[in-house]
T-cell receptor
């Protein structure tokens, strides 16, 4: 079984809809992250959380919100989706000092 | 913030060697990571350098010079499956130990 899972894997939605992307991990890591990836721009951090009571904005948090429901679960919401939020979204986890492990990604298209 | 630069694309022949350079500027350097990402898939961890010098892992090696703000990833005995994007990422202790990613270098291996 995968250590970091994301649902859904693909989603097509319309402008103005609310969307939630979910991430779960079985690695027992405290730290979780949401990134988006766009061609030519690399991975950009949206939000991150160092434990259940800790939520922090990344470099591109506008238009997004998150919820850390448990140590193993971190969800990303788009309250009112817009076309420029079309991207590949990755969840990642890490412990304090080591590398990040990435989920398989969610491909989101906003029409 | 960080400024991380790496070439956009490189092409090499099967069996050859390719070196991917990465330069960075950061105020609280705490490690440099290399990830491999095949098209449409999650990034996977390749190597980590925190001290100056060379780290070797089979066909892959990574070098770091902290004084120069420079790293390279060396891929030897290239195989077709090495065609992928290679991401350089820097961890900064003055930025919550978060990773900042370069835009990635797409390596194409030709027969």
């Amino acid at each position: 079984d995968a250590d970091v899972t994301q649902t859904p894997r693909n989603r097509i939605t319309k402008t103005g809809k609310r969307i939630m992307l979910e991430c779960s991990q079985t690695k027992g890591h405290d730290r979780m992250y949401w990134y988006r990836q766009d061609p030519g721009l690399g991975l950009r951090l949206i939000y991150y959380s160092f434990d259940v009571k800790d939520i922090n904005k990344g470099e591109i948090s506008d238009g997004y919100s998150v919820s850390r429901q448990a140590q193993a679960k971190f969800s990303l919401s788009l309250e009112s989706a817009i076309p420029n939020q079309t991207a590949l979204y990755f969840c990642a986890t890490s412990d304090t000092h080591n590398e990040q492990f990435f989920g398989p990604g969610t491909r989101l298209t906003v029409l | 913030g960080q400024n991380i630069d790496q070439p956009t694309e490189m092409t090499a022949t099967e069996g050859a060697i390719v070196q991917i350079n990465c330069t960075y500027q950061t105020s609280g350097f705490n490690g440099l990571f290399w990830y491999q990402q095949h098209a449409g898939e999650a990034p996977t961890f390749l190597s980590y350098n925190v001290l100056d010098g060379l780290e070797e892992k089979g066909r892959f090696s990574s070098f770091l010079s902290r004084s120069k703000g420079y790293s390279y990833l060396l891929l030897k005995e290239l195989q077709m499956k090495d065609s992928a994007s290679y991401l350089c990422a820097v961890r900064d202790r003055s930025n919550d130990y978060k990773l900042s990613f370069g835009a990635g270098t797409t390596v194409t291996v030709r027969a």
